[in-house]
């Protein structure tokens, strides 16, 4: 089943384009890194999911029966790069990481959760109370099959990274509260 006419508008302005500001907005207090997406000026959200190399996954359902999950998915390089920025945010000064580990996956954790409590904020300003489950790693193809599970609508945004790459920032829909 997919989102038609006014239901998808509402989760594009409503719910999505403030992830995506916020997202942009912590890339740059956290990680001194400058992020820009299209969805912000005109381009609707893919309609895929492809697993890329590590995601952070939230499970979200708002007042009025919109469920699923958000995921802010990572190639492994991008990944390490931006959980390296935040982390040398944070601590002042760090040896960069090489591969995933468990301080850039944390890091990559607290990006994702700092980034959907500020959208929050602007989700309930539009009348959508929204309630969020606590992050999940990913960190292969299968540990993703449950995210499938129950999918209606699949809204996947680019957000690409100065300088260091793209990752994508998803929510698939389970339930549009109809």
């Known amino acids: 089943m997919e989102l ?12 999505l384009v403030p992830f995506v500001n ?23 959200p893919l309609d895929v999911f492809i697993f890329k190399g590590f995601a952070v ?10 469920s699923g999950k958000i995921v802010m998915n ?9 959980g390296n920025r935040i982390l040398t945010k944070m601590l002042g000064s760090f040896e960069g990481a090489t ?9 990559l954790a607290e990006f ?16 959508h109370k ?14 993703c099959e449950f995210l499938l599970a129950g999918v209606k609508q699949i809204m996947t945004i680019p957000v690409d ?7 994508y920032f998803s929510f698939l829909l389970q339930s549009n509260g109809e």
Do not use: W
Not at 74 to 82: G, L, P
Not at 116 to 122: E, P, S
């Open 4 to 15: 038609q006419g006014n239901t998808r508008n509402v989760m594009r302005n409503d719910i």
């Open 22 to 44: 916020e997202t942009i907005a912590a890339l740059e207090s956290m990680a001194n890194l400058k992020g820009e997406s299209d969805i912000l000026t005109y381009r609707d």
């Open 57 to 66: 996954c939230i499970a979200a359902k708002t007042s009025s029966g919109i």
């Open 74 to 82: 990572y190639d492994n390089q991008t990944a390490v790069a931006i």
């Open 99 to 107: 591969e995933l580990n468990d301080m850039v996956r944390d890091a």
């Open 112 to 127: 994702s959760n700092t980034a959907v409590g500020l959208a929050t904020r602007h989700i309930s300003e539009a009348r």
């Open 130 to 143: 929204i309630i969020f489950g606590a992050p999940v790693y990913l960190l292969n193809k299968e540990d």
């Open 161 to 167: 990274v100065k300088n260091i790459g793209r990752f």
